[in-house]
């Protein structure tokens, strides 16, 4: 979430951040692991592999009823601090800089 999100859309949300509808419902992730990372998809170095995996917060997975939608929540500050360790200059300034709009566009 940028700046202006509410901090508190997954501890107790009103709305899909996709489609609106209240109809949503708390869960967990489940797979091969325990716990479930993200790595991101782009706008890192491939050293970044070895840099360490950043855990989401499984007591905060949601999904809607209505559009599928799942989210979930990772430490903003663990995922800032891996971005400008093994970020690329691009993902760097994009991090640093004060434009809202996502990385690569």
């Known amino acids: 979430m940028?700046?202006?999100g509410d901090p508190s859309l997954l501890a107790a949300p009103e709305r899909c951040?996709?489609?609106g509808i209240r109809r949503t419902l708390a869960g967990t992730l489940f797979g091969a692991n325990t716990r479930v990372h993200f790595d991101p998809q782009s706008g890192l170095r491939w050293t970044s592999l070895f840099s360490g995996n950043?855990?989401?917060e499984q007591?905060?997975?949601r999904?809607?009823?209505a559009c599928g939608l799942v989210w979930t929540q990772l430490s903003p500050e663990a995922l800032r601090d891996k971005?400008?360790?093994w970020g690329t200059d691009a993902t760097r300034a994009w991090l640093d800089?004060?434009?809202?709009?996502?990385?690569?566009?």
């Open 2 to 4: 940028g700046s202006g």
């Open 63 to 65: 999904a809607c009823s």
């Open 59 to 61: 007591q905060s997975t």
């Open 17 to 19: 951040p996709r489609c």
């Open 83 to 85: 971005l400008r360790k």
């Open 97 to 105: 800089g004060s434009a809202d709009q996502p990385l690569g566009e």
């Open 54 to 56: 950043l855990y989401v």
